[in-house]
């Protein structure tokens, strides 16, 4: 059976679709964050990650166990503990029990940890403004888009 697309989803090529280019130049981004982090040996989701621990414990007081990070980047914190277990090897994080609470792992940069994060960034910021020019507007329809659906 010969499948009408334009009857079915309103489209005649996968192109015509935003969901459909939304997810390729997703993808796109991805591996473009990839490429350019490969020098600091990291990748898009080690820098999310690390990014996100240091926002969540942006001050001295402030701290943040795995679940927290898993929440505030709203990544399933199964992944999460495992891409934590790769940055501690690489001594970029340390992670320790939770004095209150055991089962919770407070996690934090290292010194090396930071620099590292200090160095890679500027380089993705040099690629956003590559890879997504001077529209502007993307950025609002994106939180448009994900405060409509969040």
């Known amino acids: 059976m010969k ?12 192109e015509e679709s935003r969901g ?18 490969q020098p600091f040996d ?4 080690q820098l999310l990650i690390l990014a996100g621990i240091g926002w969540l414990t942006r001050e001295d007081h402030l701290i943040a166990t795995q679940v927290d990070v898993a929440r505030f980047l709203e990544i399933d914190s199964m992944v999460v503990s495992q891409v934590l277990k790769r940055l501690e090897k690489k001594a970029l994080v340390e992670r320790d029990v939770h004095p209150l609470d055991t089962r919770a792992k407070i996690v ?16 993705v910021h040099l690629l956003e403004e590559k890879f997504f020019g001077e529209n502007r507007q993307l950025l609002a329809d994106l939180h448009d888009m ?5």
């Not at 459909?20 to 982090?37: A, D, G, R, Y």
């Not at 934090?108 to 380089?123: H, K, N």
Request: glycine fraction near 6%.
């Open 3 to 14: 499948i009408d697309w334009k009857k079915l989803a309103g489209v005649e090529k996968p």
């Open 20 to 37: 459909f280019m939304l997810w390729k130049t997703s993808q796109l981004w991805q591996k473009e964050v990839n490429k350019t982090l």
């Open 42 to 45: 990291l990748t898009m989701q």
């Open 108 to 123: 934090r940069l290292t010194e090396f940890g930071t620099e590292t994060f200090i160095t890679a960034l500027p380089y």
């Open 146 to 150: 994900y405060g409509r659906y969040k």
